[in-house]
Structures are given as structure tokens and as C-alpha cells.
């Protein structure tokens, strides 16, 4: 039976991007012997155009069915007012789903020049707590306006969600370098950020062969400019955020930042960058976040049906960029020369597909 993949094409450059991505994974997919059904599912403007809606009900009862999926990036900004309300689509599904790990990892790639050339590390985000805690959350965060002039803030930390975003760090940690930085600020919200730093050292004393340290959220911000020696960094939501687009930066551009949205039983897989609308319809995106992020699925899915050919797969993915890149062929924002389609045909020719 075949594997069964969402595919949501979005809007502005999404429609550019998603189906290069699959184009590759297919190949590398194909190789491996993994057989891959792609279910395509509209939201967002083509949503709005062919259901009245920019998250239609098909679609979520559709993702519901499935374990994984891409989701191409959204303009909701974009949209006419009526369908302006409240929170993104991306929000609402990763809400619905619970994908409480944002992975964003981090490398330089040959030929692309890098504050921080060395720098290999993944950040493991918090995505459902902090100060981006909605209200309806059981505990109750979110922004309040007592008076017209005041504002405030509830962050939420639990130890359940600390704990449990620890644990995924941690399994990250054994598969790469086994070093974990909890990032955190308990020398002033030690309530909050110290709850989640008390969580991630009670998670360190399972895994004993991962080596554990910490830091300020400031301080770590200077030191990943200065050095970038880190494996593993978790932290809560809103650090999280701040942090990851800056790594992304320093290794290049925030046009290479891949991601995965994840809980235990569904993944996402969605760049960190947005719709783009400037460059839209022009064949100049640059895809390599996105087909990273795919990798980044098959990975997951690898290790969550204990299946190899996940591995297999993302290995193939992110062996033929990495190679495309080196050899200087690349998007005009990194400075190549390649529209959008020219290069991912140059991404599966060196996948041999
Ligand atoms: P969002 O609110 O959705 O995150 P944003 O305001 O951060 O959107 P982006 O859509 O990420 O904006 O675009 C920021 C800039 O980066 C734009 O000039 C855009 O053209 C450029 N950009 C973003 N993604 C890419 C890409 N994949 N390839 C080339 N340029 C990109
Ligand atoms: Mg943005």
C-alpha cells in the first residue's frame, strides 16, 4: 500500500516551490522503493476561489486522515477581509494536530557563503507555549487589554510540554553529535523560563550519554554568532522564533531555513520563510528550504514507522543539493543564475532521476 502525502501548494511562490520539492522527493522516493501516493489539498487564495473558504472543511477532514503532508506557504495577509480573521491556516492546523516540535536545523552548504560556515545545529522549538500561548489554551495565556492603555501577556510554561519537547531534543541529540543546549532566562523569568529549564535537566538524567548544558537566551544569541558550536538547542516558543531566524541567517539566508511542525503521530513540513508575493509567477523562488523541509518528513516518518527507507530517502534529497549548491548552481538570491524550475531539474539530475 502506497504511502500516503499531503500536498498543499499555498500561495504567492508556493505554487513554484511545492512541486519542485515533490518532483525531487519522488524521485529519491522511486529509488529507494518506497511508493508514494501525493494527495493534493487546496488552501489558502485557491481555496478561497474553488470552496469559499481558505481552510476548507475537506481539507482538514482529508488531514486528518494522514500522517504527514507539505504545506506550502500563505499570503492570509493577502486575502480579501472577510477571510482575514483571526489566526492563519498554518496556525489553525497546527493547533488542530497539536505539532508541538518546531525543528529547525541549520547548516551552511558548500558554495553558499556563511557568517558561520561550521555551524551544523537544530533547533527544537517549543510551538504551543511561552507568550505565543493562545487563550483557549486549558491554562489560559494570550494578550489582555484590561484599560485602552494597558496591555498585557500571559506566557504559559508547563512541566508536561517542557518535558515533553526535552525528550525530543534529547532523541535528536543521539542521533547527531550528543550535545544538548537548553536556552533559557531563569535568571529573570525564573518562574516561567526556570520551570522549563528544571523540566530539560530532569529529561538530561535519562540520557546520560548526551552531554548537557545551558544558557541565557542573550548570551546564546551573541555566542551563535561568534562560534555556532552547538548541536542540539531547545527552548520555549518565543526564543525559539527569534533564535531560529537567526541561525538561519547565519548560515546563509533565511531563503534556506527548512522546517518540520511535529507531534508524536503527524508532521508538517513547511519553510521558514513566507508567500513571497513580490517575486510570485516569476520562476525566481528559491526552493532548497522547501525540499530540505520534505527531507526533513521522510526522516520523520522514517523513525516513526521504524522504517529505513525514510532515512534512505532524505539522505538522497539532501545529498543531491548539497551537491547542486556546491557546484555553483543556485537561485538568483544566492546569487546563481537558476529560475526556480531550471534548478530543481538540476537538483534531480544529480539525484540520476
Ligand atoms: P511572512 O509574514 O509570511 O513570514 P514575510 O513578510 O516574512 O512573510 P517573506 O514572504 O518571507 O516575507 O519574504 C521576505 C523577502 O524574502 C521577500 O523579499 C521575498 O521575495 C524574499 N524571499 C522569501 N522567500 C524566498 C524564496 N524562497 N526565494 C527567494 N526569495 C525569497
Ligand atoms: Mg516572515
Not at 516561567?192 to 548544558?213: E, H, K, M, Q, S
Not at 554568532?225 to 518565543?238: A, C, K, P, Q, Y
Amino acid at each position: 500500500m502506497a504511502t500516503r502525502i499531503g500536498v498543499i501548494d499555498g500561495d504567492g511562490i508556493g505554487p513554484e516551490i511545492v512541486p519542485v520539492a515533490v518532483a525531487i522527493a519522488s524521485s529519491a522516493a522511486q529509488q529507494a522503493g518506497l511508493d508514494v501516493e501525493w494527495v493534493p489539498l487546496a488552501i489558502g487564495r485557491s481555496a478561497i476561489e474553488s470552496a469559499g473558504d481558505p481552510l476548507p472543511a475537506a481539507t482538514l477532514e482529508a488531514l486528518d486522515d494522514l500522517d504527514c503532508w507539505i504545506l506550502g506557504p500563505h499570503d492570509s495577509a493577502g486575502y480579501p477581509a472577510q477571510f482575514r480573521t483571526g489566526l492563519t491556516p498554518g496556525a489553525i492546523i497546527r493547533k488542530r494536530y497539536g505539532l508541538y516540535a518546531n525543528l529547525r536545523p541549520s547548516r551552511a552548504y558548500p558554495g553558499v557563503p556563511a557568517v558561520t560556515p561550521d555551524a551544523d545545529l537544530l533547533i527544537v522549538r517549543e510551538n504551543s507555549e511561552g507568550l505565543y500561548a493562545d487563550r483557549n489554551m486549558a491554562v489560559g495565556g494570550g494578550e489582555f487589554m484590561p484599560t485602552p492603555d494597558v496591555a498585557l501577556a500571559v506566557g504559559v510554561i508547563t512541566r508536561a510540554a517542557s518535558e515533553r519537547i526535552a525528550r525530543v531534543a534529547f532523541e535528536h541529540a543521539l542521533r547527531r553529535r550528543r550535545r544538548v543546549t537548553v536556552v533559557h532566562k531563569a535568571n529573570v523569568l525564573t518562574l516561567t523560563t526556570g520551570l522549563f529549564r528544571d523540566a530539560c535537566l530532569a529529561v538530561a538524567r535519562d540520557y546520560p550519554d548526551v552531554a548537557v548544558d545551558e544558557q541565557h537566551v542573550d548570551a546564546m544569541a551573541a555566542l551563535m554568532v561568534r562560534h555556532g558550536d552547538f548541536d542540539v538547542v531547545v527552548t520555549e516558543n518565543l526564543f525559539g522564533d527569534i533564535l531560529s531566524d537567526l541561525a538561519a541567517e547565519l548560515a546563509g539566508s533565511l531563503g534556506l531555513a527548512a522546517s518540520i511542525n511535529a507531534s508524536d503521530t503527524k508532521a508538517m513540513a513547511q519553510a521558514a520563510h513566507g508567500a513571497a508575493p513580490d517575486i510570485a509567477g516569476r520562476d525566481l523562488a528559491n526552493p532548497v528550504a522547501l525540499i530540505e523541509s520534505t527531507a526533513m518528513l521522510f526522516d520523520w516518518w522514517g523513525q516513526r514507522t521504524a522504517d529505513a527507507r525514510g532515512a534512505a530517502i532524505a539522505g538522497r534529497i539532501r545529498a543531491a543539493l548539497s551537491d547542486t549548491l556546491a557546484a555553483g548552481e543556485s537561485t538568483a538570491d544566492l546569487g546563481g543564475s537558476l529560475g526556480t524550475t531550471a534548478f530543481g531539474r538540476a537538483v534531480l539530475a544529480r539525484l540520476g532521476g
